[in-house]
Structures are given as structure tokens and as C-alpha cells.
């Protein structure tokens, strides 16, 4: 019986294992892939009326954001590739059918976006999404052309 109260005792004094903390969820794919961005058209204007500009510039913001969030989620770029979007120059390429992305001439943190704005509406997220893939891959398959 005594040995049985001193094993009872010891057994009281002795800690409790320590639960291990729960493991942290992995973080979310696209909680890097925010893009905040301003875009506007470079000097030369984009050969449209102010309005029809205007409608263009946010058109072209709308769908690079939903293009580089897209990109971003699917791993096409990284969410450190979206620093270089921070401000999107516009700049009118006629003929230029498909949307191409140049950073190295546009400085820190900037890119322009070439597309022939006066043919028609902003560049599609599709095209936009394309236009991130081919600036971060300019020898993939599907792309002409890119820096």
C-alpha cells in the first residue's frame, strides 16, 4: 500500500507531456498576389478621345490586376515579379494585336504595356495573362517577343 501512495504521488508531481502546438496552415497561394497598380498613358497619349482614354486606362487596370492576380495564383509569375508592376505606362502600338510587357526601359517598379489602343477596346485579361507569361518567359512557346 505504501508503495502504491508513493506512485500516486510521484505521478501527481510529474508534469504533463507538453501538447505540440498545432501545425500553421500553409499561406494561401494568392496572398501574395495583390497588385496594386497605377496605370496611366505615356506622353504621347493614346490617339483616342479624353473620354474613350479614359474608359481605356481603366479597362486596362481592371484586367491587369484580374491578369496578374490570375498569373500569380497559377504560378506563371511570383508575387516578388508583381513589384515590377507597380505603375503601368500605356503606350499606343499600332498594329500591335496582342499586349507586350517591357520593364527594362520603364525604371524601377514600372512596366510599359504596348497594344494598339486606337483599334478597339483594352487588351482582354486572357491577353494580359498571356502578355505576363511571355514577359516572364520570352523563349516559351507562343511568344515573340518580350524583355
Not at 8 to 36: D, H, N, V
Not at 40 to 49: A, E, F
Amino acid at each position: 500500500m505504501r508503495n502504491a501512495v508513493l506512485f500516486l504521488a510521484l505521478a501527481a508531481a510529474t508534469p504533463a507531456p507538453i501538447a505540440a502546438a498545432p501545425p500553421r496552415p500553409a499561406p494561401s497561394p494568392t496572398s501574395g498576389c495583390t497588385l496594386a497598380v497605377a496605370v496611366s498613358p505615356n506622353r504621347d497619349g493614346l490617339h483616342v478621345s479624353p473620354q474613350q482614354a479614359a474608359r481605356l486606362v481603366a479597362d486596362t487596370r481592371a484586367h491587369f490586376i484580374a491578369a496578374a492576380r490570375a498569373a500569380c495564383t497559377a504560378g506563371i509569375v511570383t508575387p516578388r515579379d508583381l513589384l515590377h508592376f507597380r505603375r503601368l505606362v500605356l503606350r499606343d502600338a499600332d498594329g500591335t494585336t496582342e499586349p507586350m510587357l517591357f520593364t527594362r526601359e520603364a525604371g524601377p517598379g514600372a512596366a510599359i504595356l504596348d497594344f494598339a489602343y486606337q483599334s478597339g477596346p483594352a487588351p482582354t485579361v486572357a491577353a494580359l495573362r498571356d502578355a505576363l507569361r511571355c514577359w516572364k518567359r520570352p523563349s516559351a512557346r507562343g511568344c515573340d517577343i518580350g524583355d
